[in-house]
């Protein structure tokens, strides 16, 4: 009689130990079948609440000035629109009257920079002139002289001819420097009398010249261009006083009388 095969028993540890690898890791995951089986109703729950935390923490942590407000009305943005642009004309008029001030600030010292230039200039030139007139006016005296040797000495050989020539060299070569540096001697023999240019020494009584005319020059003018260096002393020409005869003479007495009784 063959024995009956004994049923294995419900082992807990020996049915693990006969799962497969893979069936042990789907146990131990998910457990047991009637706890997977209330899983979905788990994980809605679970992402339902997440959610709601994600929601509250995004609202908690959003900033004042992204979160949504109220939109202002149309009349309002025009009030404001335009009291800025009000503020802003009145800036750029600022401005404006600004730049006009500096504007004529800057024409005025233009000006005054300009006028200082130019009484500089002026006063340099004055002041050149007053020197160049000076030492001139020194050297003068020299060419006086060699004009008076020329026309007093009379050389009588040969020896006193060269020494004339010579100095009379000299004198050429200071008139010639002279000339360069715009000096002018004058003439003024038979010119009306001009009191800017010519000082009267003598009166010489005459018909063969009007009233006032120079007769001869007694000591050499000079000019540096429009300025007198030295006047030139110069003879003027006078009427003559008429005759008075005896006979006239004793008529004019004979009126007198006359009238006197």
């Known amino acids: 009689m063959i024995d009956e095969q004994k049923q294995p028993e419900n082992n807990p540890i020996e049915s693990e130990q006969n799962l497969n690898p893979s069936e042990k890791i789907e146990k131990e995951e998910f457990g047991q079948p009637n706890a997977s089986a209330s899983q979905p109703e788990a994980a809605a729950t679970t992402e339902t609440s997440f959610q709601d935390t994600i929601g509250a923490a995004g609202e908690a942590e959003l900033p004042e000035s992204e ?5 202002p009305e149309p009349a309002q943005v025009i009030k404001a629109l335009s009291q800025e642009n009000e503020s802003l004309k009145q800036q750029l008029e600022q401005q404006n009257q600004q730049v006009d001030a500096l504007k004529k600030r800057y024409i005025s010292l233009a000006a005054e920079f300009d006028n200082f230039r130019k009484r500089t200039q002026k006063e340099k030139e004055e002041l050149e002139v007053q020197v160049k007139c000076k030492t001139i006016g020194e050297l003068l005296q020299v060419v006086d002289n060699f004009e008076r040797a020329r026309t007093q000495i009379k050389p009588a050989n040969e020896g006193e001819m060269a020494i004339h020539k010579s100095y009379q060299g000299v004198y050429k070569n200071l008139v010639d420097g002279l000339k360069r540096l715009g000096v002018s001697a004058m ?8 009191p800017n240019y010519h000082e009267a ?10 009233e006032g ?5 007694l000591v050499r003018g000079y000019t540096l261009g429009d300025r007198v260096l ?20 004793t008529t004019e007495k004979e009126n ?3 009238k006197e009784s």
Request: charged share 35%.
């Open 187 to 194: 003439r003024p023999e038979g010119q009306p009398f001009d």
């Open 213 to 217: 005319t120079v007769l001869e020059q």
């Open 67 to 71: 979160k949504i407000t109220e939109l």
């Open 201 to 210: 020494m003598l009166r010489e009584q005459t018909d063969e010249h009007p």
């Open 256 to 258: 007198l009388e006359n």
């Open 230 to 249: 030295r006047h030139a002393m110069v003879k003027v020409a006078a009427p003559k006083e008429p005759t008075i005869t005896s006979a006239e003479e």
